[in-house]
């Protein structure tokens, strides 16, 4: 009986240790200050390359809003892929979709830049913006990342991605609005309430 009651409380205190890293640790839901000060350095600078190896120049985004998303293939959060395509469809005149794969979180995107291309036409008919494969975090970050991550470039967040289908919006003036963790899915009403207002 002892056993077993070690057990159950072994088990509980594992799960609440789980949902309290999980609430604690991994989630955000940021939105920048209203008195946000205006991006320190433009936005619109920005470049990388697509999924194909072409590259992206940031100022054919002037005017739109943006969802950034780091991506991967063999994550939890993967069902999101149907959920960004499914926001591309409905609201593609109001928001760009601009998704980043990465290898930073537990080695969920192993693929090659064709092989993840493949994965996301074969089984999520995807049709927004696809980038290649780059590190979103630390020092080999790629230039977009650096820009989100940094008070010094956008104004007032210094957060990194913290796990795969991190989410960032970015108005039409290039300013960083919001950041919201992998648990915000892109039909949550934050999301929506960014493209629809």
């Known amino acids: 009986m002892k056993i077993i009651l070690i057990i159950i409380i072994s088990a509980l205190l594992s799960i609440s240790g789980i949902y309290l890293l999980r609430e ?4 955000v839901n ?35 809003k943006l969802l950034i998303v780091n991506v991967a293939s063999k994550c939890g959060y993967t069902p999101q892929y149907k959920d960004l395509q499914e926001l591309h469809k409905k609201y593609k005149d109001k928001i760009t979709i601009l998704a980043f794969p990465s290898n930073n979180f537990g080695f969920q995107e192993p ?13 999520y008919g995807i049709q927004f913006q696809l980038f290649e494969k780059s590190d979103v975090r630390g020092k080999k ?51 929506l309430d960014f493209v629809l207002n």
């Open 24 to 27: 604690k640790v991994f989630k």
């Open 30 to 64: 940021d939105v920048a200050p209203k008195n946000n000060p205006t991006s320190f350095s433009d936005f619109y600078k920005l470049s990388a390359k697509d999924i194909d190896g072409n590259v992206i120049k940031f100022s054919k985004y002037k005017g739109k």
């Open 141 to 191: 970050s790629n230039s977009v990342y650096k820009w989100l991550s940094s008070v010094e470039d956008n104004g007032w967040n210094d957060k990194a991605p913290r796990w795969n289908f991190f989410k960032y919006l970015v108005d039409g003036d290039g300013s960083l609005k919001a950041v919201y963790s992998s648990n915000t899915n892109p039909l949550d009403k934050e999301i």
């Open 111 to 123: 693929g090659s830049n064709s092989e993840i291309e493949e994965f996301c036409e074969i089984n």
